[in-house]
């Protein structure tokens, strides 16, 4: 159905057709189309525009378009229509005749894209949070599996202080409460009603606009109809929401791909989640959190199509904005699938407790403890870094670690050393000293997990 053509002397040339059509994209706002249409049609009523007849016959067909478009896969087969609304209508015209032609009066598709696109967006927030929430859930199960493993912690990938496991997770857990909370803020400025406002200039048809956006379950209606034509900042936010979460995903991968491989060897993922070799037998690679690494550059991408798309479009509507839909639906694929995929990941992993306790006995991740300890005891903290720093030189040359070490060794080798130092050469000890509030402390971190939980039920309810 063109919805459009009275001032054309001749139709679109093919060419044209093929270049512009959005359908294959734009179909998937089916279902939001059909309802913001619905609650068009019953405010055209209240207008006094359709009469309660005209607008019951036109929600009823509205209602059989969907539920066929829901029972048959090839519902759009051979549709040569401009874009979703146009079949839409098309479709309403075949079950309703002349009365579809009604269902436009001072409705225009800028409007009703941007109002299909939020209804659509909408449901896509609440999705991604579900999803957030499924791998939270996942991750405080793998940090409760295992409380008292002991892990180096890393910067600059070198070894630097022992942590608890379950301080570790929590990590990646707080990093994914800040995206769920950034899709609750994109979800706020999406949720918001953007029809009355034609084509730029406002209807010229007496719409109650709050009871339309009661009718679809919007907050709050936009308050000026060129910003409603020119605005994607809501497309912006989910996708930039998107994207931060796509990076936290990525680096949570890179993290377990490492620490799965045989050079860390502490982490084995599950057989489901990771993939064998066509030519060599022994490989078992773990390409779930590669793909999820290599997606995130993928939705980073979208980001930044989106942002230059915009950049100095004239106001209001113009039809580049038509190449906001594919980044946008893609974002969103992404993250829902990557965010699914990253539970599942989590769920299958297995840590070999004693590979990263080993790894930190291993190496100088105490240091940082004993220096503090002779701070505690009156040495000024340079000093204490300088004696540190000399015995740990001392041991690299010497290869000893740091249970090599005892209390008399210790005092022998600088005074400031006194007995209840020694204790500290165990990565255990140290983190005891660690109880602050945000530290891997070992009664801290358990607090934390348990308030972790409480605030992933507090997500939920
Ligand atoms: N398919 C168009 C889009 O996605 C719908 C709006 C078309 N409006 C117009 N004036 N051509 O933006």
Known sequence: MKLWGGRFETGPSEIFERFSNSLHFDKRLIGADVEGSQAFARSLHRAGVLTAEECTQIVDAFDSILRDAEADPNFFDGATDEDVHSFVIGKLGARVGALAGKIHTGRSRNEQVSLDTRLWLRGECDKSRGWLVALMS?????????????????????????????????????????????????????????????????????????????????????????????????????????????????????????????????????????????????????????????????????????????????????????????????????????????????????????????????????????????????????????????????????????????AEALAAFAPEFTPDVARLLDPREGMKTREILGGTGPATVAKALLTARERLAAMTA
């Open 138 to 406: 996942a991750l405080l199960d793998l940090a409760g599996k295992y409380p008292n493993a002991v892990i180096p912690g890393y910067t600059h990938l070198r070894r630097a202080q022992p942590v608890l496991w379950p301080h570790y997770i929590l990590a990646l857990f707080e990093m994914f409460a800040r995206d769920f909370d950034r899709f609750g803020e994109a979800r706020r400025r999406v949720n918001v009603m953007p029809l009355g406002s034609g084509a730029l200039a406002g209807s010229g048809f007496p719409h109650d606009r709050e009871a339309i956006a009661r009718d679809l379950g919007f907050d709050s209606i936009t308050l000026n109809s060129m910003d409603v034509s020119a605005d994607r900042d809501w497309a912006l936010d989910y996708v930039y929401a998107a994207t931060v979460a796509m990076i936290h995903l990525s680096r949570l991968s890179e993290d377990w791909i490492l620490y799965s491989s045989e050079e860390f060897g502490w982490m084995e993922l599950g057989d489901g989640v990771t993939s064998g070799s066509s030519l060599m037998p022994q490989k078992k690679n773990p390409d779930s959190l590669e793909l999820i690494r290599g997606k995130s550059g993928r939705v980073v991408g979208s980001l930044n199509s989106l942002l230059v798309t915009m950049k100095g479009l004239p106001m209001t509507y113009n039809r580049d904005m038509q190449e906001d839909k594919e980044p946008l639906f893609d974002a969103a694929d992404q993250v829902n699938g990557c965010l699914e995929m990253a539970a599942a990941v989590a769920e299958s992993v297995v840590l070999r407790e004693q590979v990263p306790f080993d790894a930190a006995e291993a190496s100088w991740v105490v240091a940082t403890d004993l220096a503090e300890a002779l701070a505690r005891n009156g040495t000024a903290f340079h000093s204490a870094h300088q004696i540190v720093g000399r015995l740990v030189l001392e041991s690299v040359r010497n290869g000893k670690r740091p249970a090599d070490w005892n």
